[in-house]
């Protein structure tokens, strides 16, 4: 199997297990070096621009981000080439008090060889976003 079906493997994964609320097996997903950028670039959730690295650290934005909410993460479509797949995703996040914030991004996910990704890179627009929460 070619790295950009191992990356496209792990993309679909990591959606179906933010889907399940399943923290233990999106971890599984990451190799213990990973890049996590959700949103990519300067915001609050990752003030430094550069990422979250390491497990450890996805697993501090898998509990500050991802856990407080019911996430439903669907693919629209998904273009895998090289070690990487592009995934277009529309997700939406019911928040405690059934607060809803939709979002339309890009999502591109980097695996190794054993099919573990390296990289996830979201693309998406933070203040679009922030604006939606009022």
């Given at each position: 199997m070619g790295l950009a079906h191992l990356a496209k493997t792990a993309s679909?994964?990591?959606g179906e297990y933010v889907t399940a609320g399943d923290?233990?097996?999106?971890?599984s997903l990451f190799s213990e070096d990973a890049?996590?950028?959700?949103p990519v670039g300067e915001s609050p959730l990752?003030?430094?621009g550069q990422g979250h690295r390491g497990k450890a650290a996805i697993e501090a934005f898998w509990d500050t981000v991802i856990a407080p909410g019911s996430i439903d993460f669907q693919v629209v479509s998904s273009h895998p080439a090289?070690?990487?797949c592009a995934n277009v995703v529309h997700m939406v996040n019911t928040m405690p008090g059934d607060m809803r914030v939709v979002v339309d991004m890009v999502v591109v996910y980097r695996a190794d060889a054993e099919g573990k990704l390296v990289s996830l890179r979201a693309f998406w627009d933070y203040e679009s976003v922030m604006a939606q929460l009022g």
């Open positions: 679909q994964r990591s923290k233990e097996g999106w971890l890049v996590l950028e959700d990752d003030p430094s090289g070690d990487e």
